[in-house]
């Protein structure tokens, strides 16, 4: 807000540096529903959590114009009324969770399974260790990597494929806006669906079944052309794709590692999962460029091939978290 009023570049990089560490945190906040959750009942838990974007998904953009418009009138700059009732409304979120979230769920799991010979607190080296100690841990990392991947990379240029159709600036809008919003809603609206498959069926099925899915998506999109009901298929599965890794993976790692590692071990994921999704997106630009959006779909397919060979391996113990509760 600061940076439009002063009409600052480098005030509008601080305030998105500083949006993306509060998305970071925002993503973590999946985890909490886990701590405490009953072991049948810990997918389903985290999925509704993910679900829960949803809601601000969907509806913020459509009062983003309505509350532009009105606090423009009242002196706001052009195009900051969104940030401003934002301020708003991370306000109430912060005090409701500083006052309703107590005890504070993890640190009482930590508690119930604290041992006599544990450190005050635990170092990303100790995390990592328990990581790359545990199967189900390093597959857990790898499935929501993965999916956050090959998400991001066809997500990403998925507008701009669309933009090299025979459409008029009107109805290029809208066309990108039916697409993304379909996809935004594969990707959270059937997350409680997928929470209760992760808890029926076990963490790995659900993966696997990502990557099924995720493949299915690359398909579609990729040989939809430029006909937009075909790449609003192959999006949506995108988005669905996603959700069972993230949701399935989010759910076996948090079950994986020991409580005391848990939060590194979860912060490690999501650095993983941020950067892969930060490169691939980065270089789906080129594949694009040089090749073609079709290409980059089949590169996205291949992406997927070492989770699922790491889902598929069998030689886990039976009645492990990945395997099903």
């Known amino acids: 807000m600061l940076a439009a009023a002063a009409g600052s570049i480098w005030l509008m990089l601080l305030g998105m540096l500083l949006f993306g560490g509060g998305s970071t945190a925002n993503l973590q906040a999946r985890y909490s529903a886990v701590d405490l959750a009953d072991p049948g009942h810990r997918a389903r838990q985290l999925s509704l959590i993910v679900w829960a974007t949803t809601i601000g998904a969907v509806a913020a953009p459509n009062f983003a114009s309505t509350a532009d418009s009105v606090l423009h009138r009242s002196g706001a700059p052009a195009l900051t009324g969104p940030f401003i009732v934002s301020i708003g409304v991370f306000a109430v979120a912060a005090v409701l969770l500083l006052t309703l979230l107590r005890p504070d769920p993890l640190l009482t799991a930590q508690r119930l399974h604290a041992r006599v010979d544990d450190p005050p607190r635990s170092t990303t080296g100790q995390a990592w260790q328990a990581i790359m100690a545990s199967t189900d841990a390093r597959l857990a990392i790898g499935a929501v990597t993965t999916g956050h991947l090959v998400m991001v990379a066809v997500m990403s240029m998925t507008p701009v494929h669309i933009m090299g159709g025979a459409h008029d600036d009107a109805d290029l809008l809208r066309l990108v806006g039916i697409v993304l919003s379909v996809h935004v809603a594969g990707m959270y609206a059937f997350s409680p669906l997928v929470g209760w498959a992760a808890d029926r069926f076990g963490r790995r099925t659900v993966i696997v079944t990502g990557v099924a899915v995720l493949l299915s998506a ?68 080129y594949v694009v460029d040089l090749f073609s959006y079709g290409t980059l779909t089949v590169v996205a397919a291949i992406a997927t091939v070492p989770s699922l060979a790491l889902a598929l391996r069998r030689n886990v113990l039976a009645g492990a978290p990945g395997e099903g509760v």
């Not at 590692?261 to 980065?282: C, E, F, H, K, N």
């Open 218 to 285: 690359c398909l579609v999109a990729g040989t939809a052309g430029h006909a937009t009901p075909r790449l609003t298929a192959g999006l949506l599965l995108l988005g669905l794709g996603w959700s069972c890794m993230v949701v399935s993976g989010s759910t076996l790692l948090s079950e994986s590692v020991p409580a005391l590692v848990r939060p590194t071990a979860q912060g490690l994921s999501d650095l993983t999962m941020g950067v892969a999704a930060a490169v691939g997106g980065a270089l789906a630009g």
